[in-house]
């Protein structure tokens, strides 16, 4: 069993920046990749970016050259940052970290992250 806890969500000016962190810890042995997704209301989950155990990374065209993810790669547990610069109103929404391992995929509870004036 894996578990996640994600911190660093808030309230931001169009501009700004915000650090989202996900810690993984428990069976996290089994983790190859880790990555955020994100839900905007009544708007479908969609893929942020993801990062490899060995540093390969993948970005939503939307974020590309302002968020960058990072990985914090141990023994016994797990952790990805996501960076997110110069943000926009539209980047408004529930942030989920996801753990994709070799026996089960984890999702973390979500944290709000509202770009506002």
């Known amino acids: 069993q894996v578990r996640l806890v994600e911190s660093g969500g808030g309230l931001v000016q169009p501009g700004g920046s915000l650090r989202l962190s996900c810690a993984a810890s428990g069976s996290t042995y089994n983790i190859y990749r880790m990555g955020w997704y994100r839900q905007a209301p009544e708007k479908q989950r969609e893929l942020v970016a993801l990062i490899t155990t060995g540093g390969n990374t993948n970005y939503a065209d939307s974020v590309k050259g302002r968020f960058t993810i990072s990985i914090d790669n141990t023994k016994n547990a797990k952790n990805t940052d996501l960076q997110m610069n110069s943000l926009k109103p539209e980047d408004t929404a529930v942030y989920y970290c996801?753990?994709?391992?070799?026996?089960?995929?984890?999702w973390g509870q979500g944290t709000q992250v509202t770009v506002s004036s």
């Open positions: 996801k753990v994709d391992s070799y026996l089960k995929d984890y």
